[in-house]
T-cell receptor, first 114, second 109 residues
Framework: DSGVTQTPKHLITATGQRVTLRCSPR?????VYWYQQSLDQGLQFLIQ???????AKGNILERFSAQQFPDLHSELNLSSLELGDSALYFC?????????????FGNGTRLTVT | EDKVVQSPLSLVVHEGDTVTLNCSYE??????LLWYKQEKKAPTFLFML????IEKKSGRLSSILDKKELSSILNITATQTGDSAIYLC?????????FGKGTRLHILP
């Protein structure tokens, strides 16, 4: 058990809808990362937060947004969903702002858009 | 554009065989290279290789970083069915960690 908790485990929704994925980092970790994993693209970095502030941005669509709250949990919001957004979304955490320690991953949220 | 390329994409071997997985990278501001194992769910950390630690070993698994060739290999000796997984290579470029698409390894009993 990595100590990173993601909810829900599974999510099925229709095109055009909006969903929120939730992540609680390991105790003591200040950085949270979001990744999208699809069969053909592998693990794609979306965004990183450190202690409530956005730290780095990857290939995150404008329809997606995220935030990290004072208690350090993070939410990833996906709106105007399309079929292609179906994927496994992982949250990972690490202790510091610098990427000098391994990431610890949650078990992911599997999103299916129909 | 930064990229991390793994080969082969998939590999099927028999229990007891030795396998070598490859990872090459082109990134700016390289800090470290990491290997992860992904079974059914979350990727789990295996090794981190940096300029000051270019070779790591844990049991039957070992990894080497070649900074001149911008590549790394992950070796697994005496493979077991429990080694079946996707092996992910990632490169830390200071502001983010970029993953390759992974090598899907299947061990036949």
């Amino acid at each position: 058990d990595s100590g990173v908790t993601q909810t829900p485990k599974h999510l099925i929704t229709a095109t055009g809808q909006r969903v929120t994925l939730r992540c609680s980092p390991r105790s003591g970790d200040l950085s949270v990362y979001w990744y999208q994993q699809s069969l053909d693209q592998g693990l794609q970095f979306l965004i990183q937060y450190y202690n409530g502030e956005e730290r780095a941005k990857g290939n995150i669509l404008e329809r997606f947004s995220a935030q990290q709250f004072p208690d350090l949990h993070s939410e990833l919001n996906l709106s105007s969903l399309e079929l292609g957004d179906s994927a496994l979304y992982f949250c990972a955490s690490s202790p510091t702002v610098r990427t000098d320690s391994p990431l610890h991953f949650g078990n992911g949220t599997r999103l299916t858009v129909t | 554009e930064d990229k991390v390329v793994q080969s082969p994409l998939s590999l099927v071997v028999h229990e007891g065989d030795t396998v070598t997985l490859n990872c090459s990278y082109e990134v700016t501001n390289f800090r470290s290279l990491l290997w992860y194992k992904q079974e059914k769910k979350a990727p789990t950390f295996l090794f981190m290789l940096t300029s000051s630690g270019i070779e790591k070993k844990s049991g039957r698994l070992s990894s080497i970083l070649d900074k001149k060739e911008l590549s790394s290999i992950l070796n697994i000796t005496a493979t077991q069915t429990g080694d079946s997984a996707i092996y992910l290579c990632a490169v830390d470029r200071d502001d983010k960690i970029i993953f390759g698409k992974g090598t899907r390894l299947h061990i036949l009993p």
